[in-house]
């Protein structure tokens, strides 16, 4: 089973800043199959990236998702005060199950 | 509009069986492109994936809890069914289901979880 390893767990920034997030994989994933997720306290996750760059319907293009193999990144161009929230790598398998990174927290500095 | 709604006891006792309702609405599960899965989330942890039903009612498991878990649905009534057996209060969580589309690999549109509580 792939597991997928979030780093880093917490990062503290100020709004307008950068905010790079990584998830690196166990094993290769295919970049078809590699999803990122935000998620706010007490809401459900929403989509932000599918197939590792493209951005799911809604999503600002701050939001920017690359990567192949092992590593894959997510990127905030700009911190707006609505993206500080917890962040989810996923992505599914050649068993046809699905595995989520344990989250990067975006908090205000 | 497409949502979906878990539903499904707040309380379980240890060593119970846990059934949870997903119901969707705006999509019909009988579409040969649509599939839902379960997914959790203890108190302040992670998302851990459960199971998955898909359009041909074919059915993956988490495989670390595939001995505990069943996904059926009942496209009659726009609802798919997760049981749980043997529950533990390490079992605690916020309990979603989310929908796939089409050969996508990812959960488009999320159900806004309902709590469950294992405890004596």
């Known amino acids: 089973e792939i597991v997928l390893t979030q780093s880093p767990g917490t990062l503290s920034l100020s709004p307008g800043e950068r905010a790079t997030l990584s998830c690196r994989a166990s094993?290769?994933?295919?970049?078809?199959?590699l999803a990122w997720y935000q998620q706010k306290p007490g809401q459900a996750p929403r989509l932000l990236i599918y197939?590792?760059?493209s951005r799911a319907t809604g999503i600002p293009d701050r939001f920017s998702g690359s990567g192949s193999g092992t590593d894959f990144t997510l990127t905030i161009s700009r911190l707006e005060p609505e993206d500080f929230a917890v962040y989810y790598c996923?992505?599914?398998?050649?068993?046809?199950?699905?595995?989520f990174g344990q989250g990067t927290k975006v908090e205000i500095k | 509009q497409v949502t979906l709604k878990e539903s499904g006891p707040v309380l379980v006792k240890p060593t119970e069986t846990l059934t949870l309702t997903c119901t969707v609405s705006?999509?019909?599960?009988?579409?040969?492109?649509?599939?839902v899965s379960w997914i959790r989330q203890p108190p302040g942890k992670a998302l851990e994936w459960l199971a998955h039903?898909?359009?041909?009612?074919?059915?993956s498991y988490s495989t670390s809890l595939k001995s505990r878990l069943t996904i059926s649905k009942d496209t009659s009534k726009s609802q798919v069914v997760l049981t749980m057996t043997n529950m533990d209060p390490v079992d605690t969580a916020t309990y979603y289901c989310?929908?796939?589309?089409?050969?996508?690999?990812?959960?488009?549109?999320w159900g806004q979880g309902t709590m469950v509580t294992v405890s004596s």
């Open positions: 705006g999509f019909s599960l009988s579409n040969a492109r649509m599939g």
């Open positions: 989310a929908r796939i589309v089409g050969a996508t690999t990812t959960f488009d549109i």
């Open positions: 039903i898909f359009s041909n009612d074919e059915k």
């Open positions: 197939g590792a760059s």
């Open positions: 094993q290769s994933v295919s970049s078809s199959y």
């Open positions: 996923q992505q599914y398998g050649s068993s046809r199950t699905w595995t």
